[in-house]
């Protein structure tokens, strides 16, 4: 990590470029005071004598106000701002009308009671979209930004250059289709703020296309094994999660969150109570006998009682290797990285280096099986928790969580994975699913 000279010799204190981006790095004293990292962008278009991306106006004034802040805090001050508090843009800038935009944002969740979790907040689009807009045109009148600013042509190598071109190069097209998105809506945020004219957005002078979708499918007999092979080599936790997620259509996310405390029961059987993640809508996340038998023999040969509102699904817990050193990593429930990394192991040994299917590619399968099968539209949306049309919103306001409708759609699937799947070639009722199932079928649902 190497600080910015700023002028000559001087430098803002902390201000260091690390992993691609600029951060305030914070020493080991200073976060014994409350300070932590604060990533920033990643550079301005111009470049240092050692090719590093030099850091914007909003980098350097951010880090300069963090060290006034740590300066009052060490001399025993009142810090003059929050340490946390936006930039201040110019009125009728872009990024002033960014901030305003945030707050109105705030405002309306606060309004309607709406508390975001910490995984709603980091998921949130608005942010991620600014680390692009910031560098570009937060200090402009946005009455001077030209369509020329986001994709145009070098007229010596007949390259693209500009915003588009940048964030396809070093991140991916979906990022800028993410990018634009945002940029569009905070554009008629800042028509209303009076800021610039309805119909003048310059980027509406070129398409904004989506990427194609995935299109990826995994088959049930497919997830059967992963599921198999993820137990067998003792990831359970994971095992009983794919288990839970293939059978309840839920993303990743929201299927590792699951707790004891959402666990329901009715007439067929086990059901989690849930709002989803992404979209904070109630779900009915139901379950076969294969994933009730999977959890109930996963939550009692744990070794440990699990709290209502803990996760359930957690990693494997690791010794240290005589001879080998290294340190015992205790059982912890699954983040996002870790159910990545441990997933593509396990799908490694079932199908080989070559497969790049993914964990998320299950709830798209999940739909695929009940259209198969002949599920209606309507059930589908209540099994995956989504909108798919006016009146069906209007119906949810009524009946928020619609459990026969998930119900009807859970024997579609079952219909349509055998309408899928043909030509089962391979048994898919090895130990240990085939005991589990066994000694589950007459037990009593879960308290």
């Known amino acids: 990590m190497k600080s910015w000279d700023q002028m000559g010799t001087d430098k803002i204190r902390y201000l260091v470029f690390s992993k691609g981006r600029w951060r305030w790095q914070p020493t080991k004293a200073m976060r014994k005071h409350g300070f932590g990292t604060v990533n920033l962008s990643q550079g301005g278009p111009e470049k240092d004598s050692a090719g590093r991306p030099r850091p914007t106006d909003a980098d350097k004034a951010k880090a300069l106000r963090l060290n006034s802040d740590w300066d009052s805090a060490r001399l025993g001050l009142p810090p003059q701002k929050p340490a946390d508090a936006p930039v201040r843009y110019a009125p009728g800038s872009v990024g002033d009308g960014y901030y305003r935009a945030m707050a109105i944002r705030r405002a309306a969740r606060a309004q309607a009671k709406i508390v975001w979790t910490v995984e709603q907040t980091k998921r949130d689009s608005w942010p991620r979209a600014w680390r692009f807009l910031e560098p570009e045109f937060a200090d402009c009148d946005p009455k001077t930004i030209e369509p020329e600013h986001f994709i145009r042509i070098d007229e010596k190598t007949g390259e693209p250059l500009g915003l588009i071109p940048r964030i396809e190069r070093e991140v991916s097209v979906t990022e800028r289709h993410l990018v634009i998105k945002i940029w569009r809506a905070l554009w008629n945020r800042m028509v ?34 992963l599921v198999q092979i993820a137990w067998r080599h003792n990831f359970r936790g994971l ?29 067929t059987g086990l059901l989690f109570a849930l709002d989803r993640a992404k979209t904070n809508k109630a779900a ?78 299950m709830r798209r399968s999940g739909a695929v099986e009940g259209d198969a099968g002949g599920g209606t539209v309507v059930d589908q949306a209540n099994k995956m928790a989504n909108t798919v049309s006016a009146s069906n919103r209007l119906r949810k306001t009524y009946n928020p969580v619609n459990v026969p409708s998930v119900r009807r759609f859970d024997e579609a699937r079952a219909v349509g994975a055998r309408n899928l799947e043909q030509n089962l070639s391979e048994s898919i009722s090895a130990n240990p699913m085939e005991i589990l199932l066994r000694n589950t079928k007459n037990s009593e649902p879960l308290k």
């Open 284 to 361: 009915a996340a139901t379950l076969t006998p294969w994933s009730q038998a999977l959890l109930r023999e996963y939550i009692n040969g744990f070794g440990a009682e699990f709290l209502m509102n803990a996760p359930i699904f957690r990693t494997t817990p690791t010794l240290t290797v005589p001879g080998r050193g290294g340190r015992p990593r205790p059982s912890v429930p699954y983040t996002k990285d870790r159910l990545v990394k441990d997933f593509d192991r396990v799908r490694e040994l079932a199908y080989g280096p070559d497969e790049t299917r993914q964990f998320s590619d």
């Open 239 to 267: 095992a009983a999660c794919m288990a839970v997620a293939w059978d309840s259509m839920l993303s990743p996310i929201d299927a590792r969150s699951l707790t004891l405390g959402q666990l329901r029961s009715d007439s």
């Open 192 to 225: 209303a703020m009076k800021y610039c004219d309805a119909g003048q957005d310059p980027s509406k002078a070129f398409e904004n296309s989506a990427p194609d979708p995935r299109q990826v499918t995994w088959m049930r007999r497919e997830v059967l094994k």
